[in-house]
């Protein structure tokens, strides 16, 4: 099967992110993202802006991809896009793009789900990297996305759990956001979390059925917790801000964490594998690696160049797509709202 050689470049742009790869056979060979500094002003990302600074940068990250990966554009087998989901501004740059391309050169075109492709990551070939065997449990957290799926096969999904309003990445945005902290909150949050402590204040967790997930409750319910402090200290932030970090960052994991035992325990899956941004957490790696020997789980943390939004993870699977001669035709539109 891989006796051919066989050359595809991954194009994604559905969210702040334009990136593409080149993938040969399995083996990424570049993967170039243009990140867009802006939003940072914003607190979050601005869509029309998100569009317009893709258009800039699409020619130059694809010229750098193929580059990166010595070969030319003649060289490819096909080119794979982000269909959706995302912002429609933003998939319509890559989409166009792609299409384009694929028509010009007279090659097939493949369109990805980008939460496919989040959970197909595991899938590049990386030494030090295993894949997990199906079925398995993967889940996906990041600022735009908190789903566990259940994954039969490469392209047999089941989503059995997801958020019913923000994204765990929003509820770190948001947190920090009320804290004063720069965005994305995440990883100083997570830095300040390792040298705070967990139970100095306590959050209460959302009530919500079987696998879902709800965040939004948790964002009030510091900015309460936060303006009544204040009122009494107004220096209360500054004097505790690791400790405030720390247990937002535990009760975030105890939601995360409880939700995913609880799958695991549903479906018999021991498999566990995550992806998106928010997989960098030192706390959910560590509660990862408590479940291993508290609950007999193997997990699978891929490599974190390919665990946020990246074209890695569209090229991979526009490579096993491409094996299935899995093709879309040029009449293919965005899909902001594509379900997996
Ligand atoms: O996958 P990603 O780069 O982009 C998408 O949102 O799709 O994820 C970004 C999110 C942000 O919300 C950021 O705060 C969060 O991932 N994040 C983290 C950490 N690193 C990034 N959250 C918690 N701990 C981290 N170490
Ligand atoms: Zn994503």
């Known amino acids: 099967m891989n006796s051919q050689n066989i050359y595809i470049l991954g194009i994604e742009s559905s969210c702040d992110d334009t990136?593409?790869?080149?993938?040969?056979?399995?083996?990424?060979?570049?993967?170039?993202?243009?990140?867009?500094?802006?939003?940072?002003?914003?607190?979050?990302?601005?869509?029309?802006?998100?569009?317009?600074?893709?258009?800039?940068?699409?020619v130059p990250v694809v010229d750098q991809a193929l580059k990166k990966a010595g070969i030319t554009k003649d060289q490819l087998s096909a080119v794979a896009f982000t269909k959706g989901p995302g912002l429609m501004g933003s998939l319509l740059v890559g989409t166009s793009f792609a299409k384009s391309l694929a028509y010009g050169l007279n090659i097939p075109l493949i369109d990805v789900n980008h939460m496919q492709a989040h959970i197909l990551a595991h899938f590049i070939d990386e030494e030090g990297f295993d894949k997990p065997p199906f079925p398995f449990l993967a889940m996906t957290i990041s600022g735009g996305h908190t789903q566990i799926v259940k994954v039969n096969n490469h392209f047999d999904m089941e989503v059995i759990g997801e958020t019913i309003d923000d994204a765990v990445g929003?509820?770190?945005?948001?947190?920090?956001?009320?804290?004063?902290?720069?965005?994305?909150?995440?990883?100083?949050?997570?830095?300040?979390?390792?040298?705070?402590?967990?139970?100095?204040?306590?959050?209460?967790?959302?009530?919500?059925?079987?696998?879902?997930?709800?965040?939004?409750?948790?964002?009030?319910?510091?900015?309460?917790?936060?303006?009544?402090?204040?009122?009494?200290?107004?220096?209360?932030?500054?004097?505790?801000?690791?400790?405030?970090?720390?247990?937002?960052?535990?009760?975030?994991?105890?939601?995360?964490?409880?939700?995913?035992?609880?799958?695991?325990?549903?479906?018999?899956?021991?498999?566990?594998?995550?992806?998106?941004?928010?997989?960098?957490n030192s706390g959910i790696r560590q509660a990862l690696k408590d479940g291993e020997s508290k609950h007999g789980w193997t997990t699978y943390v891929p490599k974190f160049e390919f665990t946020t939004d990246n074209a890695a993870m569209i090229a991979i699977v526009g490579y096993l797509k491409y094996l299935d001669k899995d093709f879309t035709t040029q009449n293919v539109m965005a899909s902001a709202r594509l379900k997996i």
């Open 170 to 280: 929003e509820a770190f945005d948001k947190s920090g956001k009320l804290l004063g902290l720069g965005y994305p909150a995440g990883p100083e949050i997570d830095k300040r979390a390792k040298i705070g402590n967990p139970k100095a204040f306590k959050f209460s967790k959302p009530k919500v059925d079987g696998l879902n997930f709800s965040f939004s409750g948790l964002k009030t319910a510091i900015l309460y917790f936060i303006q009544r402090e204040v009122k009494n200290n107004p220096n209360f932030i500054e004097e505790n801000l690791n400790d405030i970090c720390a247990s937002i960052q535990y009760t975030i994991i105890g939601i995360l964490t409880e939700k995913l035992k609880k799958a695991s325990k549903e479906t018999s899956i021991k498999h566990i594998a995550i992806g998106g941004g928010v997989s960098a």
């Open 19 to 58: 990136a593409a790869a080149v993938i040969h056979n399995g083996k990424i060979l570049s993967n170039i993202i243009a990140n867009q500094k802006i939003h940072e002003e914003y607190g979050g990302v601005v869509p029309e802006l998100a569009s317009r600074a893709h258009q800039q940068n699409i």
